[in-house]
């Protein structure tokens, strides 16, 4: 009895008792390194194990027959075998491969710099443009402490890489912006129209952009709207010189903004003393609204709307009879509306389209003669993107602006206008995740030229290392002569050849970049006895360095841009080859940014130094021969983050060339050439104090 | 006969026990909580991985339940935690974040997978708070899911309150703030009782940890 009990149990231990078969090995890459904190599983079991820092595992299973052994691991393509667990224990030498690893995966980046919030290859966010010191929130003056962008102070705009202001185009949403500058004072540079809390992504493409954009000779400003506000919230600022107030109404799947401002000059310059007599000191009032719609889950409406008015009068000295001072008054009436939709469609198509309109209008009294000038662009545009391969996409799209120019003197008004066609196809190709390759082409057809164009577009990168890319870039790049000379006659398209070489290393705190280009400029607008043609060249080449350092200094965050630039062009009413008057051979800028957290303050300084600019002396028979002293400029600014009435708020005070450095943009000479007169800055030095209060919200985020 | 009998039975009861045992239940119960163990002794990244790898096989068995997938993202924010490289931060966070989606696709309305997820894209942002700064609202609106789907879970609370707890006074955090948070914290961990015993059920002595260092 006793014994047929233990054979009884005996029998059923066995039958419970399964066979366990011990499974181990290694893991390596296909270069043979083991790889630590693999998962390795037997498919439709929990059995398994992790890899030790040395690659191996072991673990034992009751499970028989074939099975499938996956293993997997981070940044690694999971990965499985076939084994049969009939034959008793396993020792497995396993090789993965290395997957496509979004931060090591290779980019399309030769002459961009990439600001955004969330992006990949983003160098700068969103707020870091708007508290760079001396910028006070201005795009484009914070985009002139990077590398390739000039220091422009005596004229609007992006000076890039030798290309005059003309060449550098902005694009709201895709959609080009032909008036992005606020009313303009005599050789004075102005604000950016735009909002720089209106954009999440900023990229500031130096040359070699993309074929989706066109009409740009030099350089492309590529700025990306937000999405919708997390919350309802309400913002106050009150400036020295105005104050704005704009309200943010979130809905469950849209939201509106209306904003409205009002900047009045007066009190600032009855303080600091300027340059110019103002009859009447610059005087604006604007507003915007806004509305987004998520209209699915992937898709998104969005519509821009602003509208705003300067007004300003002033004497400005007079060479030539300095008793009788120039007489100079402006006003300017803007209005701007862009609207775009963008879906995807499946999972591989994603379609974007837009709309915008832009009217810009000046009008005024120059010395005794009244003069007014209107600009209009409206333009349409559709783009589709088939993405494939796991990173690779195709787009092509078609873009037509009506563009124009009616402009009067004293009565006698002269007008162009001309309808832009064109359309564009461009590959992503991403051969390995180390190389990519972009090939591209843009053509146009101007009615007003009646003339076509065909731009080819390359880019390639290759990534060097995990952190290190290496990237080169060729394009050819078309623009119609600027409006002051199609209003006389239509010639032909201007054109420039971009060849660029990067090398950059990227870390999460440290970037380091140089870049050196050669551009070819061809068919540029020259003047010869009043009539311009295309008979105008010319050549830039240098190269740019880039350092940011966002670990070294505990709180603080800081960036250096050196750029050097050989350029040369015949062009406008130049008699020969020269160095253009906005082109300084050294640029070097400093952004310094520490946050001290017991005052709860960041402060910033921002240092610029150019060295001379060439300017024309009628006196010297060499054209463009002479050259300004260096520009050397400090700006500081300090934001205090405080709560006023609990709502969350900032009080902002930013100095302009705090030690009152000289600054000397060119000089200006008498008919007789006897006589000149310096280009300065509108004051010695400027400053701005206020406070931005936000309503709704006591965190940091609006 | 009678002993041979009662052996046989209790024989063929741990025979279909053992059988039972292949099924969901209480294998599945069995293997989370020698998951949670693993969670229990970490020390270090590493092993928050270990366990990690663990719960991810669970969860490639076990298609249909939620909490290997959060666990699983758990351990990615712990290794996370304890990772002082940036961009492997990174990754843990982006992994834990889509085990978080799987979670929910899982268990949809599921206050305790929204507070995780709420900790991780705080976690996101603060590895570049300057460009992320978008992430706060984020994971401010997946607290506030959490919270309106029960507002009882004290974990909600803790993770506010560590939040604030390292956010600079200056932009609306600090110790002063995160005190409340915790207090109330604690106050709800006191009461919480998880519906089984592999439920989320942590935080509670951190959430002491991180009070005590408010006085």
Aim: charged residues 20%.
């Amino acid at each position: 009895m006793q014994a047929l009990k233990l054979t009884l149990l005996f029998l059923f231990s066995f039958t419970l008792a399964k066979t366990q078969t011990k499974i181990s090995g290694v893991l390596k890459t296909t270069k043979g390194i083991k790889v630590a904190n693999a998962n390795i599983s037997l498919k439709n079991s929990y059995d398994g194990a992790s890899t030790d820092s040395t690659g191996r595992f072991a673990f034992t299973t009751t499970a028989s027959g074939a099975v499938t052994l996956i293993y997997s691991a981070l940044n690694f393509e999971r990965d499985s075998v076939q084994i049969n667990l009939d034959h008793g224990n396993l020792i497995l030498n396993l090789v993965i491969k290395e997957a496509m690893n979004q931060l090591q995966t290779v980019s399309i980046s030769a002459g961009s710099f990439i600001a955004g919030d969330g992006k990949k290859g983003a160098i700068l966010s969103s707020l870091d443009i708007a508290t760079i010191a001396g910028s006070r929130a201005d795009i484009f003056a914070a985009l002139q402490t990077l590398p390739g962008a000039q220091t422009s102070f005596s004229e609007s705009g992006l000076f890039v890489r030798g290309g005059a202001a003309s060449e550098t185009k902005t694009y709201f949403d895709g959609m080009l912006v032909k008036s992005p500058f606020n009313a303009t004072v005599p050789d004075q540079a102005s604000r950016g129209r735009l909002s720089a809390f209106l954009f999440k992504g900023t990229s500031f493409s130096a040359g070699g952009y993309s074929a989706q954009y066109g009409q740009a000779l030099s350089s492309a400003l590529i700025l990306e709207s937000t999405d919708l506000p997390e919350k309802t919230t309400t913002g106050i600022s009150l400036l020295s010189v105005g104050g704005g107030v704009d309200q943010n109404i979130r809905f469950k799947n849209s939201s509106i903004t209306i904003g409205g401002y009002y900047y009045n000059l007066s009190p600032v310059y009855s303080i600091i003393k300027q340059h110019f007599d103002y009859v009447k000191a610059p005087e604006s009032t604007g507003g915007n609204i806004q509305y987004k719609l998520k209209t699915s889950p992937t898709g998104m409406f969005k519509i821009y709307a602003s509208y705003g008015r300067t007004k300003l009068a002033l004497y400005r000295a007079n060479i030539d009879t300095p008793a009788t001072p120039n007489y100079f008054s402006n006003h300017n009436f803007n209005i701007y509306l862009n609207s775009t939709y963008k879906e995807y469609f499946g999972n591989s198509w994603k379609l974007e389209s837009g709309i915008a309109y832009n009217k810009d209008k000046d009008s005024g009294l120059m010395t005794v003669n009244d003069y007014s000038r209107q600009d209009h662009l409206l333009e349409g545009k559709a783009t589709v993107t088939k993405s494939f391969g796991q990173l690779s996409n195709f787009k092509f799209g078609t873009e037509t602006f009506n563009t124009g120019r009616l402009e009067s003197l004293n009565g006698l008004a002269r007008a162009y206008n001309d309808q832009i066609s064109s359309g564009f196809a461009e590959t992503d190709l991403f051969l390995t995740q180390k190389i990519v390759v972009r090939l591209g082409l843009r053509g146009e057809y101007s009615s007003y030229l009646k003339k076509y164009n065909l731009a080819p577009r390359s880019s390639l990168g290759f990534k060097t290392s995990a952190h290190a890319q290496l990237s080169f870039a060729y394009g050819r790049f078309y623009q119609n002569p600027e409006d002051e000379y199609l209003v006389i006659k239509p010639t032909d398209f201007e054109h420039a050849d971009h060849y660029i070489l990067k090398y950059e290393i990227n870390t999460p705190d440290r970037n380091f970049r140089i870049e050196g280009y050669y551009k070819d400029y061809n068919r540029l607008t020259k003047i010869n006895n009043g009539n311009p043609d295309n008979s105008g060249s010319g050549y830039a080449k240098g190269f740019e360095l880039f350092w940011r350092d966002k670990k070294s200094i505990r709180n603080a965050d800081y960036w250096l841009s050196y750029s050097f630039l050989d350029t040369k062009r015949d062009f406008r009413d130049f008699p020969m080859m020269a160095t253009p008057s906005f082109a300084a051979k050294h640029t070097v800028s400093v952004v310094y940014k520490h946050f001290i957290e017991s005052l709860h303050t960041q402060f910033g300084g921002t240092y610029s130094f150019a060295s001379g600019r060439p300017y024309v002396n009628p006196n010297n028979p060499v054209y463009l021969a002479d050259k300004t002293q260096n520009f050397n400029s400090l700006s500081l600014n300090v934001s205090y983050l405080t709560h006023v009435l609990k709502q969350f708020s900032v009080l902002y005070l930013n100095i302009n060339n705090v030690p009152g450095f000289k600054q000397v943009y060119g000089y200006q000479y008498s008919a007789n050439g006897l006589n000149r007169q310096a280009l300065v800055p509108a004051a010695k030095r400027d400053f701005l104090i206020g406070i931005m209060i936000t309503i709704g919200d006591d965190t940091f985020v609006r | 006969m009678k002993t041979l009998m009662k052996s046989i039975t209790l024989l063929l009861v741990l025979i279909s026990f053992n059988s039972f045992a292949q099924n969901a239940g209480p294998k599945f119960i069995q293997a989370t909580k020698s998951g949670l163990e693993l969670i229990a002794n970490a020390k270090g990244a590493e092993d928050y991985l270990k366990a990690e790898n663990h719960f991810e096989r669970i969860a490639a068995v076990e298609t249909k339940e939620w909490l290997p997938s959060y666990y699983a993202a758990y351990c990615n924010l712990y290794a996370g935690y304890m990772t002082a490289d940036k961009e492997l931060k990174d990754q843990y966070w982006d992994k834990a974040l889509l085990e978080i989606d799987k979670a929910d696709a899982l268990s949809s309305n599921n206050s305790e997978i929204y507070a995780l997820k709420g900790a991780l894209q705080f976690m996101k942002m603060s590895v570049d708070p300057r460009t992320r700064m978008y992430l706060i609202g984020e994971s401010a609106g997946s607290l506030e899911k959490a919270a309106t789907l029960n507002p009882e879970n004290p974990r909600i609370y803790f993770i506010r309150g560590q939040d604030v707890f390292y956010t600079p006074e200056a932009f609306g955090g600090g110790k002063v703030k995160a005190k409340s948070l915790l207090e109330s914290a604690i106050a709800k961990f006191a009461i919480f009782k998880p519906a089984n015993t592999i439920d989320p059920n942590w935080g509670a002595e951190s959430a002491k940890a991180l009070l005590a260092q408010c006085k």
